[in-house]
């Protein structure tokens, strides 16, 4: 994800990053032990084509048939046999039949005859080359092409040429986007093998959130994150297991943590968690699982927690305990948990690409770890790509994430920005 550019510069030597104790890690060497570690669930399921949008295909969609299943024709035009065009002067043909696509032509077509044809026609048998009819001329009953215009075998489409049968049109693993559904409709498919959903169940901890509906009492603030990361999960189709508020309570966190282990395959929370401050967070999850707390070089979000809680029957639910700032969880979520997700319900992991646009103000920053900052990415008056920062970027003011497109990321090596230089942003859409 992050670009190769200054990825390949963070080399990360230290303790292996699930190993106890609190490593400092860099963003992408906490992103690297994450997928390393996690393994796709198992199953899969048989589901309508128009449901199968966004899902993971379970296996290798294999052509039943030769696309395009008939040699045909690429444009309107006259279809002929090419070898009969000459090399100097016109070459004329008499026009004996119509070909539309959908209702091929079975009749002889002789020596100086063509037909008229119309894209996707069928070509009839014998004919191999065709004229677009703003190629040549129409002169009582015949066409005239004069010569140099024409190759033989143009704007005839082969059969088999796009896919032949029994290749694979779509790999497993792929998440299935709308081209790749009319693919498979193209096949004749009606329904699609996918893997079955992922189950995420997420709550947020803390003793002063409130949800929205509940009275504010004093010293209180509403849950955003639950919200925020229920509308993330849902973008991604994943199955979301809703479990609440947590107090900061020993036995109310463990009860959460049994259900949701019981329940999913992985495991969000938000708040103290992630720090692990309390001990007794600390040894509840030494208990359910190897649960690794990390100091991230990254900001916001420097404090992550990620490991396998393993439930009861050898079932393992991964846990990605995101830190409890609102901005901080969301940037979290898609630089540590998105993907990993997406590889946990069987996909195959796409990166998404950085954009460099000219950052329109400067940008202090020291080098040692990578930062995510809210902004807005607009075309440039002079061309290409313009980012603006959206205001003061506290990692408690979620008003700078709503109103960004794009997350500027600023690389781990990296110093201050001046403005008008070019810098790498992350566009919210496609993060989905
Ligand atoms: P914590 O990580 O629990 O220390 O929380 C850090 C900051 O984020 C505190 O100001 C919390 O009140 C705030 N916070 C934690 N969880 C949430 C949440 N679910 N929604 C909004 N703010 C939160
Ligand atoms: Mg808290």
């Known amino acids: 994800m992050l670009a190769a550019r200054h990825n390949r510069r963070m080399n990360q030597p230290g303790p292996s990053p699930l190993a106890a104790g609190d490593p400092q890690l860099g963003v992408d060497a906490a992103r690297a032990a994450i997928a390393a570690a996690l393994r796709p669930i198992e199953g899969s399921e048989t589901v309508p084509l128009l449901q199968a949008g966004g899902r993971v295909l379970a296996a290798d969609l294999v052509s039943p048939i030769d696309v395009p299943a008939h040699d045909n024709s690429?444009?309107?035009?006259?279809?002929?046999?090419?070898?009969?065009?000459?090399?100097?002067?016109?070459?004329?043909?008499?026009?004996?039949?119509?070909?539309?696509?959908?209702q091929p032509f079975d009749g002889a077509v002789g020596a100086g005859e063509c037909v008229r044809i119309m894209t996707g026609a069928v070509m009839p048998a014998g004919l191999d080359t065709v004229v677009p009819q703003e190629l040549c001329r129409a002169e009582s009953g015949r066409i005239v092409v004069e010569a140099g215009v024409m190759r033989r075998g143009e704007n005839r489409r082969r059969r088999g040429e796009d896919l032949a049968a029994g290749k694979p049109a779509l790999r497993a693993g792929r998440l299935l986007k709308p081209a790749d559904i009319g693919l498979a409709a193209s096949l004749g498919f009606e329904?699609?093998?996918?893997?079955?959903?992922?189950?995420?169940?997420?709550?947020?901890?803390?003793?002063?959130?409130?949800?929205?509906?509940?009275?504010?009492?004093?010293?209180?603030?509403?849950?955003?994150?639950?919200?925020a990361l229920l509308a993330a999960l849902q973008?991604?189709?994943?199955?979301?297991?809703?479990?609440?508020?947590?107090?900061?309570?020993?036995?109310?966190?463990?009860?959460?943590?049994?259900?949701?282990?019981?329940?999913?395959?992985?495991v969000l929370t938000s708040g103290g968690v992630s720090?692990?401050?309390?001990?007794?967070?600390?040894?509840?999850?030494?208990?359910?699982?190897?649960?690794?707390?990390?100091?991230?070089?990254?900001r916001p979000g420097r404090p992550f927690a990620f490991g396998p809680l393993r439930g009861r029957g050898e079932r393992t639910s991964w846990l990605f305990a995101l830190p409890g700032n609102p901005v901080a969880a969301l940037v979290t979520f898609y630089v540590f948990a998105r993907e990993a997700l997406l590889q946990l319900a069987g996909a195959v992991p796409q990166p998404l690409p950085l954009l460099r646009a000219r950052c329109t103000s400067p940008i202090r920053k020291r080098p040692g770890r990578t930062e995510f900052q809210r902004g807005v990415v607009a075309p440039a008056p002079?061309?290409?790509?313009?980012?603006?920062?959206?205001?003061?970027?506290?990692?408690?003011?979620?008003?700078?994430?709503?109103?960004?497109?794009?997350?500027?990321?600023?690389?781990?090596?990296?110093?201050?920005?001046?403005?008008?230089?070019?810098?790498?942003?992350?566009?919210f859409d496609g993060l989905t």
Request: proline residues 2%; hydrophobic residues 50%; glycine residues 12%.
């Open 275 to 298: 720090v692990g401050d309390a001990d007794y967070t600390r040894a509840l999850l030494a208990r359910l699982g190897e649960v690794a707390f990390w100091k991230v070089a990254m």
């Open 74 to 102: 690429a444009m309107d035009g006259y279809a002929f046999v090419g070898s009969a065009l000459a090399a100097e002067g016109p070459s004329a043909f008499s026009v004996v039949a119509t070909v539309y696509a959908g």
């Open 235 to 266: 973008r991604l189709g994943f199955e979301a297991i809703d479990l609440g508020l947590v107090r900061d309570d020993p036995a109310a966190l463990e009860a959460a943590f049994e259900t949701a282990m019981a329940s999913a395959d992985a």
């Open 191 to 227: 329904a699609l093998e996918v893997k079955r959903r992922l189950r995420v169940a997420l709550f947020s901890t803390g003793d002063e959130l409130r949800a929205p509906g509940q009275a504010l009492d004093p010293g209180c603030i509403f849950d955003s994150n639950r919200f």
């Open 382 to 427: 002079e061309g290409g790509w313009q980012v603006g920062l959206t205001g003061a970027q506290g990692a408690g003011i979620l008003r700078s994430m709503s109103e960004a497109n794009a997350l500027v990321v600023l690389g781990h090596d990296q110093g201050s920005v001046a403005a008008g230089d070019a810098v790498d942003v992350w566009l």
